[in-house]
């Protein structure tokens, strides 16, 4: 039998992901459609100053909260469950943390950094923003999108077998 607050832990998680999926969609949507499309000085201190200003979000407790949560989720499972529901929160976990947190930290975060590094209306910033930014930074952003979407569903699987309590324990 799951205990009640690790199925909490477990729609909680269905929650968060499937929020951090929805922000990184909108981003590679849309969002950064839109700020290519505008004049490159403009578009470059927009992203500098979003850049900046997620550190202060619920969208950062949220994406972090996730990466510290993911592993403790994972040895639960691990250790004290058996069955599908078990392997769908090991599999939510893990591709969270390989394709959200892994991708933010080696890909995302250091195109932010340079970019930041770069007067917004300089040569240098606009051929980086062109060049490299825009199409590297959306790519993987799409990657961190699909990995949190992915995440929510098994947690959201994982979540509907241990309620009904079928396929729990294999």
Known sequence: MTPAWYFILCEISVI???VVSGVFLTFSDFVMRSLDGARTAAGV???QVINRE????????????????????????YFRMAGSASALIMAGGAIY???VFVVTLVFNVPMNNRLDAREYSGTEAAIYWTNTYMPRWTFWNYVRAIASAA?????????????QGTMATG
């Open 16 to 18: 968060a992901c499937g």
């Open 45 to 47: 201190e927009v992203m």
């Open 54 to 77: 997620v550190f202060r979000s619920v969208f950062m407790v949220l994406l972090l909260g996730m990466s510290a949560l993911s592993p403790f989720l994972i040895g639960y499972a």
């Open 97 to 99: 943390l390989a394709g």
């Open 151 to 163: 995440s929510a569903i098994c947690y959201l699987i994982a979540s509907v077998w241990l309620a």
